[in-house]
């Protein structure tokens, strides 16, 4: 059997000799339009399993292990490689996020999915951007992974629910059922969305209220039932459990508005196709703060300080 250093050193040599292959000039041969075509297709690909996954470096390995596998696989018993290379994903994709929800019981506090900036990565916004919502994103962890992958594959792609029924193995019947389960979950979970416009002031109006202090204007945009979680794993030092209620949550910001934003810049960006807060000292971002929106006012508000999870804004930024 192989050491862990030995995969690590054939999975980089092969991945090497394929990149070589598709920007090595040369005339152009029946493998080179084989990355053509996965190239073009990578960024649903990669959109399936970042949704069912959650986190972007998972995504980005069952997307590399599907191209390896489809570079190695016998393509002339392949009628239709799209639909052979969604399934792949997909059902790649089921399989992580089932070890991974094992490893999230024991995450310290409240695990929110890697945000993922949509400035950079232009290309997810032509999947339906709302599929892409870090709200949606959250209440969608407490689907079953079948649940999820169907959900995603039909609201977010639009897919058949008999072309869903192969890809998950399943019948049209029980595919049904996971979209009609996954959709009362997540319409439970939800509030009616608002027009991005309303999105952004609610957010500045929170920071600047969080800033200097204002507990009536934090009252003012707060809803009464809003919930607040706080990302930083076993890193950083944030709230291990939810903040529930408006009362709870305007004490909670009041607490640490005195010491928190000293010495900080505040950028706006976009995260999963809304508008975000990154809060950064020294260059480098060190938290995200992400809202959900509804008519009421904030009814959901996300702070992600586990540095982990930033790495790919610190890198965007």
């Not at 069912?52 to 393509?75: C, F, N, P």
């Not at 032509?126 to 039909?154: D, I, K, T, W």
């Not at 049209?172 to 009609?180: C, Q």
């Not at 609610?202 to 200097?212: K, P, Y």
Request: charged letters at 25%; hydrophobic letters at 45%; proline letters at 4%.
């Amino acid at each position: 059997m192989r050491s862990h250093d030995e995969n690590l050193t054939l999975r980089h040599d092969h991945l090497s000799r394929a990149r070589d292959e598709v920007t090595t000039p040369h005339a152009p041969t029946e493998l080179d339009e084989v990355a053509r075509r996965f190239q073009l297709l990578r960024p649903r690909l990669f959109g399936i399993a970042y949704r069912v996954i959650g986190t972007i470096s998972d995504a980005e390995d069952v997307v590399q292990d599907v191209w390896l596998k489809w570079h190695d696989y016998d393509r002339e018993q392949v009628e239709h490689p799209e639909a052979f290379l969604v399934t792949t994903t997909t059902r790649a994709a089921i399989n992580v996020l089932k070890s991974a929800r094992v490893r999230r019981e024991t995450y310290v506090g409240p695990w929110l999915p890697e945000p993922i900036d949509t400035d950079a990565n232009p290309e997810l916004e032509a999947e339906h951007n709302e599929s892409l919502s870090f709200a949606l994103l959250v209440v969608m962890e407490a689907l079953s992974p079948s649940e999820r992958a169907a959900f995603v594959l039909r609201e977010a792609f639009g897919y058949e629910y008999e072309a869903i029924a192969r890809i998950l193995d399943t019948t049209e019947v029980a595919t049904r059922k996971l979209v009609s389960r996954a959709r009362e979950h997540v319409a439970s979970g939800r509030r009616r969305s608002v027009p991005v416009t309303q999105h952004r002031t609610l957010l500045r109006a929170f920071v600047a209220a969080a800033r200097s202090g204002d507990i009536d204007e934090l009252e003012r945009v707060l809803a009464s039932d809003v919930v607040s979680y706080s990302d930083g794993g076993d890193v950083v030092h944030a709230a291990r459990i939810p903040i529930i209620g408006r009362e709870r949550v305007v004490k909670f910001v009041a607490a640490f508005s005195r010491w928190f934003w000293a010495g900080i810049e505040v950028h706006e960006l976009e995260i999963n196709s809304e508008p975000a807060i990154a809060i950064v000292a020294d260059g480098e971002p060190v938290t995200i703060l992400s809202i959900c929106a509804s008519g009421d006012g904030i009814v959901r508000l996300f702070w992600l300080l586990n540095p982990a999870k930033l790495e790919r804004i610190s890198a965007a930024a």
